[in-house]
């Protein structure tokens, strides 16, 4: 599992969203408390946003955020009017490397996924690649199930929300023809416009997901409220949340 967050509204500082609240991602790296598995997030972590020319801009490290030493230099100068962040606890198998820490970027889209699922590489990973464009296909640089599902995304047509859709459709389809499988798929999807969120799992409970409405004057979804203010509200299991300017 991981821990993510999107933020969508006025500009902000990325300290401001990324580890200046007392539940901020970065603690949720070492202090996470609604984990189903695994107790930290020390695989890595990245951040995504949109740069001036509009188009994605993705800083990922393999290191623990709290071992980064360039996350002090970051946080105090970037500022943006769009977050998204993910810090990794990585499945067993799929490693530890550039390739496979989130976020994702690709066709102006960025991508996070909070989960696994179970045996992708003996179960759903041939499924995907057979349904995925050779171009799709091709730019796939890792081996997560993480970087599968957003090309899977990708390669759905729609609104963003619809393709968020029909992807989760189509792995829960996928996943009914193996007895037993688990399957963790929280998942957020931005277009620099809007943000297209789910919580979903398949056998097993979903990880946990929040959303505040009015966090520092925009809109926040995030694994774990980053603090104690009554606006937070937990994301109904099997919901999908659209996030709008």
Not at 101 to 109: E, N, Y
Request: net charge negative; hydrophobic share 40%.
């Amino acid at each position: 599992m991981c821990r993510i967050a999107a933020y969508l509204g006025p500009s902000c500082l990325l300290r401001d969203f990324l580890d200046a609240p007392a539940h901020s991602l970065a603690r949720q790296s070492w202090d996470a408390r609604e984990m189903a598995s695994a107790t930290v997030n020390a695989d890595g972590w990245g951040v995504g946003w949109y740069a001036d020319d509009g188009r994605p801009a993705i800083y990922r490290h393999t290191l623990p955020i709290w071992a980064d030493g360039n996350v002090d230099a970051l946080a105090r100068s970037l500022s943006r009017e769009l977050w998204v962040g993910n810090v990794r606890s990585a499945t067993p198998g799929l490693g530890t490397d550039h390739a496979n820490t989130q976020p994702f970027a690709g066709d102006g889209l960025i991508f996070a996924h909070n989960g696994y699922i179970q045996d992708f590489a003996a179960t759903l990973r041939a499924r995907i690649r057979a349904e995925l464009d050779p171009a799709i296909e091709q730019s796939i640089n890792g081996n997560t199930d993480s970087e599968y599902l957003f090309s899977l995304v990708r390669q759905q047509s729609g609104t963003l929300p619809e393709r968020l859709g029909k992807a989760l459709r189509l792995v829960q389809g996928w996943l009914a023809e193996h007895d037993d499988l688990k399957a963790l798929l929280n998942m957020v999807v931005t277009d620099g416009r809007q943000i297209a969120a789910v919580r979903s799992a398949w056998n097993t409970t979903a990880p946990s997901l929040y959303l505040h409405e009015s966090w520092g004057g925009g809109v926040v979804l995030a694994s774990e409220a980053f603090d104690e203010d009554p606006g937070w509200q937990a994301v109904v299991p099997d919901r999908f949340v659209t996030l709008r300017r």
